[in-house]
């Protein structure tokens, strides 16, 4: 029999408290009036906590439901939508688009899903056999994707309800609001072919070793024909670890993830790693290689990846190349880049993006910035004009496929420091001209050459280490 802990009710004063002390009074227009803004990023940050105890609590443990109609695999997809939603309602309320009644009884109903959420979480830790966690699973999922109560009707005035019924649209889920500039996507029509493997094996695709709060993660993804009884094994040589964990296929069972979660694993930057491959049709296990840790490598790289554009929009209708490389700079880091196409200079500072969290084994930050290039997937000739960098500065437009053939050389900086020196050619269909063949755990991103600049603001990231 599972028990079921008693979820602690939100108090509307505790929550009025929490706006004082987090946020700022600010008066907006008629007829909503004075309001305490809140800080949105918190619950991000609430939210991502949450994602790493489930991951522990949901270890071995696998569940199809349904979001729509799509089968998801893993709770925290769902708690990525509820962590948006919030952030969404939270953003609302500080732009003046709905009453402070409204939002404090709509932040109560998300508080209490949480606790909900964290209280399951607790009991998934606790020594259950598997059929009853697996029925708690199932209940999570049911909290999670609950809504809320009918809104109720507005008595304001026809203006307010213009404004305050932005909020309420609910986010529907599909593949792509998952995608994100720094992490591979396997759906580009410009990505390396996959390589035949001898013995049916996928393609280590991607792998990254991050770290959160006391924990450590390892992650990898493949690409290619996974089953669920598949297997993955994995060493460390420094300090001396061994690790397993079976392998989570996609639905169409072409890729395939594994997530390995423990508190007292210490992966540092140091030693190599390998990985074997056990296929759960022939229960042999193969090599896929052995990867060096030390952070040198990734710092000297460089990649063109293509992505959708916009990323997170289906269907796919255009695709974006983007530069992405690697850094220890963590602290807020503001990666630019200018561009020569044909020798010619573009005018326009393009503007990247970083994850900053500890990244592979040795706490490095991803940096991701897109380049001026639209390609049209079915003959599409749509253009997208960029925002400008500073006043009079000239407006860029994005270059077509066939525009865009050439070479280019792109000089990436990092705080205006200039880090990086990428070089490459394209041809008239938007594809890139291949140097060399993809690196191991990089699958889908195409190698560029890449000189890396010495400069001061990586120096005194690496010395503060």
């Known amino acids: 029999m599972i028990r079921t802990l008693p979820l602690p009710q939100v108090a509307p004063l505790a929550l009025l408290a929490l706006l004082s002390a987090c946020g700022n009074e600010y008066r907006c227009p008629t007829p909503i009036g004075k309001i305490v803004r809140d800080n949105c990023d918190s619950y991000k940050t609430k939210y991502e906590s949450l994602k790493v105890e489930l991951g522990f609590s949901i270890a071995g443990i696998s569940v199809g439901v349904k979001a729509g109609k799509e089968k998801l695999r893993d709770p925290s997809e769902l708690l990525q939508v509820l962590m948006l939603e919030t952030m969404a309602l939270c953003k609302d309320y500080n732009a003046c688009r709905m009453p402070s009644t409204d939002y404090r009884r709509r932040r109560e109903e998300a508080d209490h899903k949480f606790t909900a959420v964290v209280a399951i979480g607790q009991q998934l830790k606790g020594d259950l056999d598997k059929e009853s966690k697996r029925k708690l699973l199932e209940k999570l999922m ?89 297997r993955i094994y994995v060493s460390f040589t420094d300090p001396v670890k061994d690790y397993d964990a079976a392998v989570r296929p996609t639905r169409n069972k072409l890729q395939g993830s594994v997530r390995i979660s423990e508190r007292t694993m210490k992966i540092g930057s140091k030693g190599a790693m390998t990985l074997d491959y056990k296929l759960g049709a022939t229960g042999k296990k193969h090599r896929i290689g052995t990867f060096r840790l030390a952070p040198e490598l990734w710092l000297k790289r460089g990649y063109m990846a293509y992505n959708a554009d916009p990323i997170r929009k289906d269907p796919v209708e255009y695709e974006r190349p983007w530069i992405i490389f690697y850094s220890k700079v963590r602290k807020q880091p503001r990666v630019t880049m200018r561009c020569k196409h044909r020798g010619k200079k573009l005018d326009t500072v393009i503007s990247g993006q970083s994850r900053t969290n500890p990244y592979r084994a040795s706490k490095l930050s991803i940096h991701a910035v897109p380049l001026p290039i639209r390609i049209g997937l079915k003959g599409g000739q749509e253009r997208t004009t960029w925002k400008k960098s500073m006043p009079g500065e000239k407006p860029l437009t994005d270059m077509l496929a066939k525009e865009a053939a050439g070479k280019w050389r792109c000089v990436a900086k990092i705080n205006a420091r200039k880090a990086r020196v990428f070089s490459f050619e394209l041809r008239a269909d938007g594809s890139v001209v291949p140097q060399r063949k993809p690196d191991d755990g990089a699958w889908p991103w195409w190698p560029v050459a890449t000189k890396r600049v010495p400069n001061r603001v990586e120096e005194q990231a690496e010395k503060a280490e």
């Open 142 to 230: 049911e909290v999670i994707t609950s809504r809320s109560r009918p809104q109720p009707k507005a008595q304001s005035t026809r203006r307010a309800s213009s404004r305050v019924g932005l909020w309420r649209r609910p986010i529907a889920y599909h593949p792509g609001m998952f995608r994100k500039a720094t992490s591979p996507w396997f759906g580009s029509k410009y990505m390396p072919a996959r390589p035949k493997l001898a013995s049916g094996l996928p393609v280590l695709a991607s792998w990254w070793i991050g770290h959160g709060g006391q924990s450590t993660f390892i992650n990898f993804k493949f690409w290619g024909k996974t089953e669920a009884d598949d």
